[in-house]
């Protein structure tokens, strides 16, 4: 590990160095990139300023007849000349030589055109000069302008062949850059298959559920303030709403409308009231009052309560395997969580189905060992959990159902941490489903399995 270590730290250094040449070369070239393009533009840009100097100088002669105007052309023709000898020394290709050439030639025919034409502008002496006067002077000044823009490009083209040779030295960093790179993937792949094997390994599982269940702490902890915020502010204006409702319905008819609507006034309060007992059961479950039982007795009761109810479905509520399995829990809350299971079980199937009983023990992981646990289950031959809804199943407020809160599973899931266990569920889609309440056996007990 060290060796790989060492060579790794080595190849980074190399690597580091390069990107730092690397990056200041390029800095450098987009600089002079940035220059040449500059530079181009000014050249196309200058020399249409010197034209359009000249031609206003012209146009303006041919109305007013000033000789201001003549001495402007004068000047600006010399400062033209002077700018193209300057351009010369600093043409770097044989195409930008051609056309400053071509531009001599093309300036010469240009002042033949002007001269002629401030002779004849000074032969009409105080008339306006026509639009035709000026035909020869616009076709040698556009052969002019596009000669500026040709040179224009023909110094960027120069500057780019520049660039490509340099391009090709960078090319060559950036192949040595990839090949340091390939070794220290090497090296790094090296020693992390020798980390991951001797240090993450062990760690990993321990990590990923602390860390889970830190999170799912956090996130019940606020949720449960918010909850009982919201229940506690409810419930009094609640309360004071079902004792006016009560009161008026005293003064309707039974067989009013007035009646009737406030029964259904009345039907939906409770069931605000359900939803507000649910929301302060979330934030507040209770101390669990923890006591040796079997686990067929809270079986058997949520058998006896809800079976009849069940079966006018046509759903069968069967207590499969019960055995008489000894447990510490809080037996009002196993129950609660019991009745949960079986309720959202029945919704499941919705009608025609079986909604199996049973308490089995087994061994299981609870923290960070594991122990024999006694398992109390209600299978269902349902519909099976969508894998979408699997991976919120937990979370607080979050159903499928019309009339749900969402806070069933959250509830049950808490009530049976608080036992120091957990709640599990295995699924098929079409198949049914089976919740498993898994608490740890008592200690001192043989392992039930061996009975």
């Known amino acids: 590990?060290?060796?790989?270590?060492?060579?790794?730290?080595?190849?980074?250094?190399?690597?580091?160095?390069?990107?730092?040449?690397?990056?200041?070369?390029?800095?450098?070239?987009?600089?002079?990139?940035?220059?040449?393009?500059?530079?181009?533009?000014?050249?196309?840009?200058?020399?249409?300023?010197?034209?359009?100097?000249l031609n206003e100088s012209l146009y303006h002669y041919g109305r007013s007849h000033v000789l201001p105007d003549v001495a402007a052309f004068t000047k600006t023709s010399q400062e033209l000349d002077l700018w193209i000898q300057g351009q010369k020394s600093q043409l770097t290709s044989e195409r930008e030589r051609a056309i400053m050439q071509r531009i001599d030639f093309a300036y010469h025919d240009y002042l033949r055109v002007a001269t002629g034409l401030l002779k004849r502008l000074e032969a009409i002496g105080e008339a306006s000069a026509t639009v035709d006067e000026y035909t020869d002077l616009r076709t040698e000044s556009q052969r002019l302008f596009q000669l500026g823009q040709s040179l224009g490009r023909a110094h960027l083209a120069s500057r780019d062949q520049v660039m490509e040779r340099v391009g090709v030295v960078t090319a060559q960093f950036r192949a040595l850059v990839l090949v340091s790179l390939g070794l220290l993937f090497v090296f790094a792949l090296a020693l992390g298959v020798v980390v991951y094997r001797d240090m993450i390994v062990p760690l990993r599982v321990k990590l990923v559920e602390s860390e889970s269940l830190r999170e799912r702490q956090e996130k019940l902890a606020s949720l449960g303030l918010l909850a009982a915020g919201v229940a506690h502010e409810i419930r009094n204006p609640l309360t004071a709403i079902k004792g006016a409702v009560f009161l008026q319905q005293k003064k309707f008819q039974p067989d009013s409308k007035e009646y009737a609507d406030a029964k259904v006034v009345e039907r939906e309060i409770l069931r605000l009231e359900r939803i507000v007992n649910d929301f302060l059961l979330f934030a507040h479950p209770g101390d669990s009052k923890l006591a040796r039982i079997t686990a067929d007795a809270p079986l058997r009761e949520v058998h006896a309560l809800l079976a009849p109810q069940l079966a006018k479905g046509g759903i069968q509520l069967v207590l499969a395997d019960v055995r008489p399995l000894p447990i510490d829990a809080d037996e009002e809350q196993i129950k609660q969580v019991l009745i949960n299971?079986?309720?959202?079980?029945?919704?499941?199937?919705?009608?025609?189905?079986?909604?199996?009983?049973?308490?089995?023990?087994?061994?299981?992981?609870?923290?960070?060992?594991?122990?024999?646990?006694?398992?109390?289950?209600?299978?269902?031959?349902?519909?099976?959990?969508?894998?979408e809804v699997q991976e919120r199943l937990f979370d607080p407020f979050f159903t499928t159902k019309d009339a749900g809160t969402g806070l069933g599973l959250s509830i049950a899931a808490r009530i049976v941490q608080s036992h120091g266990g957990l709640l599990e569920y295995q699924t098929a889609p079409g198949l049914g489903t089976t919740f498993g309440v898994v608490l740890p056996a008592p200690v001192g007990q043989t392992d039930p399995r061996a009975d």
């Open 1 to 53: 590990m060290t060796g790989l270590i060492a060579a790794i730290v080595l190849v980074g250094l190399g690597i580091s160095l390069l990107t730092v040449k690397l990056q200041w070369q390029a800095r450098e070239l987009n600089r002079e990139l940035d220059q040449v393009r500059s530079e181009s533009y000014n050249i196309a840009d200058r020399f249409a300023d010197f034209l359009r100097q």
């Open 341 to 387: 299971l079986v309720r959202n079980a029945a919704e499941a199937i919705e009608q025609n189905g079986v909604v199996k009983l049973r308490a089995r023990a087994d061994r299981k992981r609870l923290g960070h060992e594991e122990t024999s646990v006694v398992i109390l289950e209600v299978e269902d031959n349902g519909r099976g959990i969508p894998a």
